[in-house]
């Protein structure tokens, strides 16, 4: 497998070589996809940690106005037709509290809606210009490694037989002639002498 950067366009090549040209596909196709995971979850880690923490804020914040509007409406209905000062100064403090409490809450909506579009903005956008495709000429299988084998054996056998046998028999029995003719030859000079 090899994978190469190009930094100037930002592209990513990736080349994938098995046995099994379908293996190959597969493979490269699974690489790709933890790629892409893998860097948009590195590019946007940070905003989203960010939108994490606005949601708890949220969170907390909701609570918070949904108890304070409570406690407003209880207020309200036990003082209700009492035309007591004091009634009506905790009516307006815990109106006031929810009117804050509220505020809060609506503000950190407005935070979580802007984390939410930090993340999407920072997710990067990946392409795949050529898709992972079986190459055209894979390495050969098995029954067809077979089949050549028996194939060329049968071949050069026939060949031992028809043409191979004979020649070297014939190259061999060359040989031989040429050496009694050469053992003679020094045996008549030893005579001479």
């Not at 989203?48 to 909701?62: I, K, M, T």
Request: net charge negative; charged share 25%; with cysteine.
């Amino acid at each position: 497998m090899e994978l190469g950067i190009d930094k100037k366009s930002s592209m990513i090549f990736l080349t994938v070589k098995a046995q099994d040209p379908e293996v190959a596909q597969l493979l490269c196709e699974k690489v790709i996809t933890c790629l892409q995971t893998y860097v948009a979850n590195y590019r946007t880690k940070k905003a989203r940690q960010d939108l994490e923490y606005y949601e708890q804020l949220y969170e907390e914040a909701r609570t918070n106005y949904y108890a304070a509007q409570q406690r407003y409406a209880d207020h309200v209905d036990r003082h209700q037709g009492i035309i007591s000062q004091r009634a009506k100064t905790d009516q307006d403090r815990l109106q006031n509290e929810m009117s804050l409490k509220y505020q809060l809450y609506n503000a950190c909506a407005q935070q979580v809606q802007a984390a939410k579009a930090k993340v999407q903005q920072d997710t990067p956008a990946f392409t795949v210009i050529e898709p992972p495709q079986k190459p055209f000429i894979g390495k050969p299988s098995r029954p067809l490694v077979l089949f050549v084998v028996v194939f060329l054996g049968f071949l050069l056998s026939i060949l031992w037989i028809l043409w191979l046998r004979d020649a070297i028999a014939s190259v061999r029995k060359e040989d031989e002639e040429k050496e009694p003719a050469a053992d003679a030859a020094p045996k008549e000079e030893d005579a001479q002498a």
